[in-house]
T-cell receptor, first 115, second 116 residues
Framework: AQTVTQSQPEMSVQEAETVTLSCTYD???????LFWYKQPPSRQMILVIR??????QNATENRFSVNFQKAAKSFSLKISDSQLGDTAMYFC????????????FGGGTRLMVKP | DVKVTQSSRYLVKRTGEKVFLECVQD?????MFWYRQDPGLGLRLIYF???????EKGDIPEGYSVSREKKERFSLILESASTNQTSMYLC???????????????FGPGTRLTVL
């Protein structure tokens, strides 16, 4: 079974600065997908970014980028130029090459962006 | 845009009551999921369904059942609610396995259930 670990329960960052959220996972599969989801306070969970394990290039989406280290089984999220609207719970998730698109989630990191 | 809706945002029930949580998606997705979200534990899968009338147990199915009579609707049932089922419940849907660029899960707003 896969496990996903987020070692930082809470983090804070000043507006306009950069912050990195950590995620490690454990799997015996060679082909899989990794995701970061964002859950703003009292709002719906949305996908931030995804990474295919077979791609060496790190995924980027505007101010969000990942540092994917396959050998180390590490998948961190970097948020550049942090904005107040980035305040949210962030969940790292793993999807193996399985039927049904099932996800295994980490425990989450609560990020607060301070003005 | 995919829309996943859940019947209630907040729900308060008594111990022993039968509780129904409903989820509806409008994107004709085959797969639907029920999670519970607890602080520090992230999201844990309760049940999922990959087709009408089909269901599979997730990681924590005890005390729960599900129903999927129509493709767009997936219900979570607490047969006899207990205080340890107080939690946030999230529903999600996704296309079938294809690993395409849009193959991810889309989430509803959640139902915060309190069992007294």
């Amino acid at each position: 079974a896969q496990t996903v670990t987020q070692s930082q329960p809470e983090m804070s960052v000043q507006e306009a600065e950069t912050v990195t959220l950590s995620c490690t996972y454990d799997t015996s599969e060679s082909n899989y997908y990794l995701f970061w989801y964002k859950q703003p306070p009292s709002r719906q969970m949305i996908l931030v970014i995804r990474q295919e394990a077979y791609k060496q290039q790190n995924a980027t989406e505007n101010r969000f980028s990942v540092n994917f280290q396959k050998a180390a089984k590490s998948f961190s999220l970097k948020i550049s130029d942090s904005q107040l609207g980035d305040t949210a719970m962030y969940f790292c998730a793993f999807m193996g090459n399985n039927a049904g698109n099932m996800l295994t989630f980490g425990g989450g990191t609560r990020l607060m962006v301070k003005p | 845009d995919v829309k996943v809706t859940q019947s209630s945002r907040y729900l308060v029930k008594r111990t022993g009551e039968k509780v129904f949580l409903e989820c509806v998606q409008d994107m004709d997705h085959e797969n639907m999921f029920w999670y519970r979200q607890d602080p520090g534990l992230g999201l844990r899968l309760i049940y999922f369904s990959y087709d009408v009338k089909m269901k599979e147990k997730g990681d924590i199915p005890e005390g729960y059942s599900v129903s999927r009579e129509k493709k767009e609707r997936f219900s979570l049932i607490l047969e006899s609610a207990s205080t340890n089922q107080t939690s946030m419940y999230l529903c999600a849907s996704s296309p079938p396995t294809a690993m395409g660029p849009t193959d991810t899960q889309y989430f509803g707003p959640g139902t915060r259930l309190t069992v007294l």
